[in-house]
């Protein structure tokens, strides 16, 4: 099955700088890459997502890259916020019924 | 809409005991999943539903986990009986992107 790792798994930025959060999966066929934002007591919030067909995708602060060859993607915040700080989870679905989730990656950005 | 709401917040039971979750979707998705968070695991799916209709339960652990939905509307999910090993945050997802807030399940 699908294998999906996350790193790194703590971050810490200074406010208003950029973050880079990174995931790798391991089957090739897999085709939606959504990522998800877990506050503290809140169950996972869908922020941005990607298909397979696209290779880059924006929204305001949030962005997306996809590498199909190396199998990689990635999530860039920049100009970041304290209420940016939160555990941010990648995933990868080929149905998009089945998800592998990576293990998170706690956001801490200090004012 | 109010979103997907499960229930209760927070549960604590003694070793043994039957436990119930529920969940109500967001009304006209015809999905609904049921995860489990733990530290050591990460984010798991259980099972989810497609109509109604289980698709896929492989991700459940044992035969003490059952999973319903008698309508498009409503979800349980029954641990029979309870272990310690079984605490851990179930989330209830309404057609793979929209989660619930989570139950806390605390088994002693």
């Known amino acids: 099955g699908e294998n999906v790792e996350q790193h790194p798994s703590t971050l810490s930025v200074q406010e208003g700088d950029s973050a880079v959060i990174k995931c790798t999966y391991s089957?090739?066929?897999?085709?939606?890459f959504p990522w998800y934002k877990q506050e503290l007591g809140k169950g996972p919030q869908l922020i941005i997502d990607?298909?397979?067909?696209?290779g880059e995708k924006k929204d305001q602060r949030i962005a997306v890259t996809l590498n199909k060859t190396a199998k990689h993607f990635s999530l860039h915040i920049t100009e970041t916020q304290p209420e940016d700080s939160a555990v941010y989870f990648c995933?990868?679905?080929?149905?998009?019924?089945?998800?592998?989730f990576g293990t998170g990656t706690s956001l801490t950005v200090i004012p | 809409d109010a979103g997907v709401i499960q229930s209760p917040r927070h549960e604590v039971t003694e070793m043994g005991q039957e436990v119930t979750l529920r969940c109500k979707p967001i009304?006209?998705?015809?999905?609904l999943f049921w995860y489990r968070q733990t530290m050591m695991r990460g984010l798991e799916l259980l099972i989810y539903f497609n109509n109604n209709v289980p698709i896929d339960d492989s991700g459940m652990p044992e035969d003490r986990f059952s999973a319903k939905m008698p309508n498009a509307s409503f979800s349980t999910l029954k641990i029979q009986p309870s272990e310690p090993r079984d605490s851990a945050v179930y989330f209830c997802a309404s057609s793979a992107s929209f989660f619930g807030q989570g139950t806390r399940l605390t088994v002693v």
């Open positions: 009304s006209g998705h015809n999905s």
């Open positions: 990607i298909r397979s067909n696209v």
């Open positions: 995933a990868a679905s080929l149905t998009g019924n089945q998800f592998y």
């Open positions: 089957d090739s066929a897999s085709n939606y």
